[in-house]
């Protein structure tokens, strides 16, 4: 293992990272803002609570888990997609290096920023609402789980993306309805039996619904079929990942 | 000396079907300068690519060090070090922490005042703290070189090195290759100019079209490929050669008044006392008389002419 190339990877990300905080927190910190204002307020005003749960705090998993899931996927796609773009990308397939190192290296840097902005978030929400965590050990669990699966996923669009356009289509026509009909603003208990199965194989579910037992101790679904689900997935990009490096796909000619 | 870099029948296509390598074999010695020369699209930059890990070959195989490039990667690319011949670089990161980068992925530690010699070599230390965007054509080429020499390589690839590079940078590539070479590594360069080979290089490889027509020593590739001229400039236009002279396969001027007469300067016999006791026997008046050795330039273009005859 080439430890201090997966460290100058990271650095270097981060350094990225670091030059551009200020604009990579403002939107997701605003766009958050204006969820509570129109969910909480708005809805929340009629939906009083959900289980037992204030509509406000039920909300929050959620919102942090979509933030959570958006940064991982952006990060990490362009995170690698630029290299190739510039053609740096040389350099990291002449160096005496696996796809484990790159990946790490990467992935890792991507989950990090994707994690910092998560928890800006979660901090954001307290200004709107009463939080109180109930496992406050699973929810980080769950929150770097989510990141590095995701930023996963993320590091194989950006390899597989061609253009710009693509870089930024599964993020926006996949994983947003995802998450929007994964239950961040509602329980699936709340909907029609024949959408409850619909939504069992909306992988987003049981991210949300896991996440959101680690903060009220309850959930949608068990909290053990949460994290199979994540592990399944994660087990998933890791093969998809170590195939493109075999194979050279879309990076080798 | 020992080969670092043995080539075995490297063969490539790539995924449209074009074949842009067609079995290269070549041992590249250690501590030698090895100048590829070869027209575009010859598969220059292709065989760089495969044996730095960029392009996966299609047959053949390779080792750097005893070690396999697939099989061993690890070991063979870490003595390696690449300048490619198109400038991709980083644009929105400072010069010194792009070049801190290769060195650390090149799974090297830290060395601060390496660095500082190897920018300073290239005339980039007062550039350390500027954005890579910042720069000019000729210095981010020296960048990249920076970043090759980072990890200390023992290998050095240069693909084009000095294309878009000034007459007095050009100078100091040149002396700075000249003192990796004194201090044994190993160094492949490709490039059009082929003074800068002439200048350069111990050996001269010659590729066109996926082929290596020719590796040679420079100064044996010159002699032996050394073709001389003998210009006859005539006192009066020669309407057409007389049969006497039908022999020595001379080629006449439009004007008629210039006959070359081209030969082997190194051959027994150069035929040129028999060839002027005829020109004096046909009654023709010269008035000049030269002679002119052919270039590397002129034995290149032959090659490569001779190779796309062939095939
Ligand atoms: N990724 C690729 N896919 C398909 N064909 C390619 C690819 N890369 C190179 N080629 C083709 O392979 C041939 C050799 O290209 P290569 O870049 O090795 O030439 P070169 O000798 O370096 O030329 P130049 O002097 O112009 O740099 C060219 O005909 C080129 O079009
Ligand atoms: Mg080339």
Redesign the interface.
């Given at each position: 293992m080439?430890w201090?190339?997966i460290?100058?990877?990271y650095?270097?990300e981060m350094?990225?990272t670091f030059?551009t905080l200020a604009q990579s927190v403002v939107s997701p910190v605003l766009s958050t803002s204006l969820y509570f204002v129109v969910f909480g307020t708005a809805i929340g005003a009629r939906i009083d609570t959900v289980d037992n749960i204030p509509y406000g705090a039920f909300i929050v998993p959620g919102l942090v888990m979509l933030t959570l899931l958006q940064q991982s996927i952006t990060n990490a796609s362009f995170g690698i997609y630029f290299?190739k773009f510039?053609?740096?990308i040389?350099?990291?397939?002449?160096?005496?290096?696996?796809f484990i190192e790159v990946v790490i290296g990467y992935v890792g840097a991507a989950a990090t920023k994707a994690l910092m902005i998560a928890v800006i978030i979660l901090a954001t929400s307290t200004l709107f609402v009463d939080l109180t965590i109930a496992h406050p050990v699973w929810m980080v669990a769950f929150l770097v789980l989510t990141a590095v699966s995701f930023a996963l996923l993320g590091f194989i669009i950006g390899i597989w993306a061609g253009n710009f356009e693509q870089l930024q289509l599964i993020p926006l026509l996949v994983v947003t309805p995802l998450v929007f009909l994964g239950g961040a603003f509602y329980s699936i208990t709340m909907l029609p039996p024949a959408w409850q199965a619909v939504s069992l194989f909306n992988p987003v579910v049981y991210l949300i619904s896991g996440f959101r037992w680690s903060f009220f101790g309850m959930a949608d679904v068990p909290v053990g079929i949460s994290l199979a689900a994540i592990a399944l997935f994660l087990t998933a990009c890791l093969a998809a990942i170590w195939w493109i490096f075999r194979t050279?796909w879309r990076i080798?000619? | 000396m020992s080969a670092i870099i043995s080539i075995r029948d490297l063969a490539k296509t790539?995924?449209d079907g074009f074949t842009a390598l067609k079995g290269v074999s070549l041992d590249i010695e250690e501590g030698e300068i090895l100048a590829l020369l070869g027209p575009n699209g010859a598969g220059k930059t292709t065989l760089i690519s495969i044996i730095?890990?960029?392009?996966?070959p299609s047959a053949g195989s390779v080792t750097v060090g005893g070690h396999d490039i697939l099989t061993g990667?690890?070991?063979?690319?870490?003595m390696?070090g690449?300048v490619?011949q198109?400038i991709?670089?980083?644009?929105?990161?400072q010069v010194i922490?792009t070049v801190?980068?290769?060195?650390?992925?090149?799974?090297?530690?830290s060395d601060e005042a390496h660095i500082e010699r190897v920018l300073r070599a290239l005339s980039l230390w007062d550039k350390r703290k500027s954005k890579n965007q910042a720069l000019s054509g000729g210095m981010k080429r020296r960048v990249l070189i920076a970043?090759a020499l980072s990890h200390e390589p023992r290998v050095l690839f240069l693909d084009e090195p000095t294309a878009g590079v000034d007459v007095t940078l050009r100078r100091e590539m040149w002396e700075l290759v000249r003192q990796l070479r004194s201090e044994g590594v190993t160094i492949i360069l490709t490039t059009h100019y082929i003074e800068e080979a002439e200048e350069m290089a111990d050996r001269i490889g010659v590729i066109d079209h996926g082929r290596l027509l020719l590796v040679e020593e420079k100064a044996r590739l010159l002699h032996q490929l050394g073709r001389k001229e003998l210009l006859l400039e005539l006192t009066e236009p020669l309407p057409e050669l007389p049969s006497s002279l039908a022999e020595f396969a001379l080629q006449r001027s439009e004007d008629g008044l210039h006959l070359t007469y081209e030969f082997d300067a190194h051959a027994e016999r150069t035929g040129m006392t028999r060839l002027l006791g005829a020109v004096a026997e046909a009654g023709l008046q010269l008035k000049d008389l030269t002679t002119r050795q052919s270039s590397l330039e002129d034995v290149f273009l032959k090659l490569v002419a001779d190779g796309r005859d062939e095939t």
């Open positions: 080439n201090q190339a460290l100058s990877i650095r270097f350094n990225r030059r290299p510039i053609g740096t040389y350099e990291l397939l002449s160096a005496p290096i696996s050279g080798k000619p | 790539y995924g730095c890990g960029l392009v996966t990667y690890r070991a063979a690319r870490a390696i690449l490619p198109e991709t670089i980083e644009p929105f990161e922490n801190r980068f290769s060195r650390g992925l090149f799974g090297k530690g970043k």
